[in-house]
């Protein structure tokens, strides 16, 4: 972590992702802390889920919306997702093909310290079964 501590309510929005077993709306979290008993505006979740996601502690899927969802990390190295477009389900992947051709394309183009995003989405194994019902 780059130096700034952890907070109480950073501790709290910690504590809340790691007893979920998926991703959840910055607003979601705000209610479910608020059912709690945790005094912390919805303002402070935003600023706070954007730090932790920036010291590499928390997942974040961005929807087609345009509304993000996230997650405690389960890993400490770059990672991927396969998500579910129903129930939004997700699946950690490693992409070795994806960080390679990633590096091919920003090398070519004369980039460095590169960084990307892949959003892979599709139905997951209950939902598909649940659609061709």
Not at 41 to 63: C, E, F, K, P
Request: overall charge negative; charged content about 15%; hydrophobic content about 40%.
């Amino acid at each position: 972590m780059t130096g700034q501590r952890l907070t109480r309510q950073r501790r709290a929005l910690l504590a809340e992702l790691g007893a979920l077993p998926g991703f959840i709306s910055a607003q979601a979290l705000h209610a479910r802390l608020a059912e709690q008993g945790q005094a912390i505006s919805l303002a402070t979740v935003y600023r706070n889920l954007q730090w932790l996601t920036g010291q590499g502690l928390l997942d974040v899927i961005n929807h087609d919306g345009g509304e993000a969802t996230y997650r405690a990390c389960h890993q400490a190295v770059h990672h991927h997702h396969v998500v579910c477009r129903s129930c939004g389900a997700a699946v950690e992947v490693e992409a070795q093909a994806v960080e390679a051709w990633a590096e091919q394309v920003a090398n070519a183009a004369g980039f460095s310290e590169v960084q990307h995003t892949v959003e892979i989405t599709g139905l997951c194994p209950t939902c598909a079964t649940v659609r061709r019902e």
